[in-house]
Structure formats: C-alpha cells, structure tokens
C-alpha cells in the first residue's frame, strides 16, 4: 500500500481513527510502524494527508489524523471496455484506476463469452476491493463510476455519441490503419476490444459513432497492457 485508505466508520472522533484486520498488519508487518510513526493516508472519497500512530495494541491500531491535501486530478479519459475473462478483469480495473480513470463502461461485443457476465468479481464487494487496491496504489481517494452494458448495440446506438460529447473518441484495434495519436491535450473517450478484438461489424458501428478505429503496432498486446500503453501515448 502506498496509502492507508480510511473509511467514515474507522473514525472514533473527528481526528482519530483505529484500525483492524489487513490495514492493521501491513502497518504492523510491512511497515513496521512504532508509536510516533506517521503515514500517508486519505479518506475515501476525501482528502488526503497524514496519520500519526498514537497508540498501538495486539490487535488494532489508532492514528491521529491531519488531512490537508486534495486528491490528484482525474485523467480526461472515459474507457468503455469489452468485459474480459475475470482474471484480466481484476488486472485491468487495478490498472486503469491506478491511473486515474474515473468513469469506466464495461460492456458485451460478440467475443465476449457470456458466462463472464455471472462471474462472483462483478458483484459490489468483489469489485470494490479491487477498486480500493488501485486507489492505494496510486494515492488516490476518489471512486470510479463503473458501469456495465450487456448488449452492443443499444449501447452504441443509444448511448455512445452522448459519452464522447466534445471529447476525442477513438477504438484500439491491432489491425486498423491509422496509428493511434499522442499527446492528445483533450479528454478522450477510448474504446478497447475483448481479447482477439472488435468483430469488423463492431469496428464499424464503434466508428459510426465518433470512435473510429487506431492502432498501437504490429504487435498484438494482452488487453491490460494495450490500456496501460494507449494511456500513457494519448496523456
């Protein structure tokens, strides 16, 4: 954790909070915390700042806490993403929100297999924890909206155009002849494919609807590190 993340129910008054369970023993075992040792911490959803360990027991921990500090700013980047196989999944959300992504549609194309769509990560508390790993890693405090969208086409029909608004839309996909811009200066709107891709048929709709299809190389990439590349090209 580069961040202890606090929640409104960890505080037992207005600058004090006590810990449990897993923040608890990486302070105690990973950082090895003694009475007087300060750490960074936020409150979710709130701002940031550091936590003085005032007292510390056998089974929890209580920090004095001084929070001064905004939150770092939200990439300008709404990533609509194909649902991928869980364990990509887990990878992805960690990642993007690391980075900053604050608004993040999940949605079916035809590579898609539905059985992703009943898996156990999609339910609130499963997602959230991965959520909250992303936010400690990057010192963040400030939750993502998550949305999913299990059928195509409505979605880019309906939806879609509005999501792009005044922002720059573009679809990854490896075989697409434009290459993929750099350094954008503006919010993008960044669609990305299932493993394998878009089918054409999506490619086309997507691009009918202000994302046109860019491409990173010849080399085809796991999805979690195509996101990664594609944010750090356009910003």
């Known amino acids: 954790m580069n961040l202890i993340l606090l929640f409104k129910t960890d505080f037992i008054s207005s ?4 810990l449990n369970g897993q923040r608890f023993e990486h302070l105690r075992k990973v950082l090895r ?3 007087g040792t300060c750490v960074k911490v936020g409150v979710l959803d709130g701002m940031l700042g550091s936590g003085e360990v005032v007292e510390l027991n056998a089974d929890n921990i209580k920090l004095r806490v001084d929070l001064c500090n905004e939150p770092p700013e939200a990439l300008p980047l709404t990533l609509i ?4 196989r869980p364990q990509t999944l887990k990878k992805v959300l960690q990642a993007v929100i690391a980075y900053g992504v604050k608004k993040i549609y999940f949605i079916h194309s035809r590579k898609v297999e539905k059985s992703y769509w009943s898996s156990p990560l999609l339910e609130e508390e499963a997602l959230r924890k991965h959520i909250i790993l992303g936010l400690e890693q990057s010192c963040d405090t400030i939750m993502p909206e998550i949305h999913f969208r299990q059928k195509f086409k409505p979605f880019v029909e ?15 996909h490896p075989t697409a002849q434009e290459a993929c ?4 200066g503006k919010a993008v709107t960044l669609c990305v494919g299932p493993e394998g891709g878009f089918t054409d048929y999506e490619i086309e709709m997507l691009a009918a609807h202000a994302c046109p299809a860019v491409h990173l190389g010849t080399r085809p990439l796991r999805t979690e590190f195509a996101i990664c590349a594609l944010l750090g090209r356009l910003f």
Do not use: K
């Open 15 to 18: 600058d004090t909070a006590c």
């Open 33 to 35: 915390v003694e009475q």
């Open 81 to 84: 993403c194909a649902l991928q």
């Open 158 to 172: 309906d939806e879609l155009i509005d999501i792009v608004g005044d922002s720059q839309g573009i679809t990854a």
């Open 181 to 184: 811009p750099a350094q954008v």
